[in-house]
Nanobody, 133 residues
Framework: QVELVESGGGSVQPRGSLRLSCVAL????????MGWFRQGPGKEREGFGS??????????LDSVKGRFTISQDSANNTLDLYLQMNSLKPEDTAMYYC????????????????????????WGQGTQVTVSS
């Protein structure tokens, strides 16, 4: 069982930056897909980035590529997942969620581009990001 806790949301002006954090508690296997999702007002929840905890490059949807960066750090049964968001736009306004999926050994490749909500097993409570002047 993994518990995910997001933080770092807030209000920022257009072209500003924010850094979101997602702490994964109970992280005992280094073989999870981690995803970042967001849900804007009146919109479906959408995935825009994913990464394999065992290594490899993150995947980004075109809408955030070049502006958002996913990184991670793990120690003592805890995973820290980060989302650095730069050049923020009003359309980035949303509730942001991190999600996790435990996968089989040697299958980290499936994490690349894994963005469907039904594919993830664990979810955080979300953190609000508002981009407005």
């Amino acid at each position: 069982q993994v518990e995910l806790v997001e933080s770092g949301g807030g209000s920022v002006q257009p072209r500003g930056s924010l850094r979101l954090s997602c702490v994964a508690l109970g992280y005992t296997y280094s073989r999870y897909c981690m995803g970042w999702f967001r849900q804007g007002p009146g919109k479906e929840r959408e995935g825009f980035g994913s990464i394999y905890t065992g290594g490899g490059s993150p995947y980004y949807l075109d809408s955030v590529k070049g502006r958002f960066t996913i990184s991670q750090d793990s120690a003592n049964n805890t995973l820290d997942l980060y989302l650095q968001m730069n050049s923020l736009k009003p359309e980035d306004t949303a509730m942001y969620y991190c999600a996790a999926k435990l996968i089989a050994r040697n299958s980290g490749g499936i994490c690349y581009g894994l963005l469907a909500t039904h594919q993830y097993d664990y979810w955080g409570q979300g953190t609000q990001v508002t981009v407005s002047s």
